[in-house]
């Protein structure tokens, strides 16, 4: 309680500046009409789903959460991308906040526990949804999981749901993949802030995300970004 959003967005880019890594998201532009992120940190608070601008000078309050997410390039000149998340409550918060963060967090260890070469992508998104769904929450489908390593973004997209109409996706030995549950205390829909980045459940329930970079192995999976 007490710190600021820009705090922890310096923070970062000089702790990965000083490693010989640089930001993976500052300056990135999906595409040329778009504006590039303005931050080293995406910082998602409460109801914010993904994207929160980092450099905002709000002040964390006690039982808040906050999505933390990071991208990195290391080294900074011409290496590979990891891109990772977490979400943390601030001092004490509420039992359902409590909850929607463990249970988010335990479906990204379920989905990670299932990777290996020859498993079919959308089988991790189902289990995902079952899990979460379950348990009564959201399950965010306008936003997914993705390769990553020449890129911050490649192919393939890993939703968090099933969908009959997705390509259908095998894993193989030598893939680089995000997963990334985005899961919500209620409704799965979200919406965009006049920032264009900002990312918030429709219905302003709390939000929780978290993820990881993960390598398919010859005998399953390494987790790149274990904290």
């Not at 988010?104 to 979460?132: K, Y």
């Not at 020449?150 to 109409?165: G, L, Q, R, S, W």
């Amino acid at each position: 309680p007490g710190v600021r959003l820009f705090e922890l967005d310096a923070i970062a880019r000089e702790y990965l500046e000083d490693g010989g890594g640089a930001p993976a998201f500052l300056g990135y532009r999906p595409s040329r009409h778009e504006s590039p992120y303005p931050s080293t940190l995406c910082i998602s608070v409460n109801d914010e789903v993904v994207h929160g601008i980092g450099i905002r000078d709000y002040e964390l309050q006690e039982g808040d959460i906050v999505g933390l997410d990071i991208g990195v390039r290391y080294p900074a000149a011409d290496g590979l991308f990891t891109d990772m998340a977490v979400t943390v409550p601030v001092g004490e918060v509420s039992s359902e906040a409590r909850a929607l963060i463990d249970t988010t967090r335990q479906s990204l260890d379920l989905a990670i526990s299932m990777v290996a070469p020859g498993v079919w992508i959308h089988e991790i998104g189902r289990e995902i949804q079952n899990f979460c769904e379950a348990k009564g929450y959201g399950v965010v489908r306008d936003l997914s999981g993705h390769g990553v390593g020449y890129k911050i973004h490649e192919d393939p997209v890993i939703v968090n749901f099933y969908d009959a109409k997705a390509p259908k996706v095998q894993l193989k030995e030598g893939m680089v993949i995000c997963l990334e549950p985005m899961i919500t205390a209620g409704s799965w829909k979200v919406k965009v802030d006049e920032d264009r980045w900002t990312v918030r459940t429709a219905d302003r329930s709390l939000a929780a995300h978290f993820e990881h970079t993960i390598a398919v192995t010859a005998k399953g999976h390494d987790v790149l970004t274990q904290l």
